[in-house]
């Protein structure tokens, strides 16, 4: 969670003890990149699937930044799932490594509306690599010198 006003922090915990099937209690630090919101990160275990759970419980909230990752595991891709305010929701499978893959169809729709003058080939792509996204989360990833960083990715 990278920034959430202090009234949504207790609503943001019972979201994913929701998902998660457990009480959850996230420790919740102040975010210099937007005073006045809180930030906290946490790990998490689940079947494939639940980072898209998560991400599903968190969205309905305008308010939040957030990001969700899961890592590949035999059964299944990674995924990422990006959101802020402004852009709403970026979802992205990624492969071992972290790279995002992009499904073909998706390549050659950017290429075609290229070609017919609708956009811009290297925004198309940017926006396939969630570039926007990044750019604004970027400064609020970081919580700051001895935050306790805890990441949310496993998929067993």
């Known amino acids: 969670m990278h920034s959430a006003p202090r009234a949504l922090c207790p609503h943001v915990e019972w979201a994913v003890a929701g998902v998660l099937g457990t009480r959850v209690n996230l420790d919740w630090i102040r975010q210099p ?15 494939a699937g639940t980072a898209s759970q998560l991400a599903s419980a968190l969205r309905g909230w305008h308010l939040l930044r957030f990001e969700v990752t899961a ?26 490594h972290g790279d995002i893959l992009i499904p073909e169809d998706r390549l050659r729709a950017a290429l075609t509306r290229s070609r017919g003058g609708e956009t811009d080939l290297e925004a198309e792509i940017a926006k396939l690599l969630g570039k926007p996204w990044d750019d604004e989360l970027e400064p609020f990833r970081y ?8 990441w949310l990715h496993q998929v067993v």
């Open 143 to 150: 919580a700051g010198e001895g935050a306790p960083v805890r």
């Open 71 to 96: 890592e590949p595991c035999p059964t299944a891709e990674g995924e990422r799932y990006s959101c802020t305010p402004d852009l709403g929701i970026f979802h992205a499978v990624t492969g071992i």
């Open 33 to 47: 990149a937007a005073p006045g919101t809180w930030r906290s990160e946490f790990s998490w275990q689940g079947r």
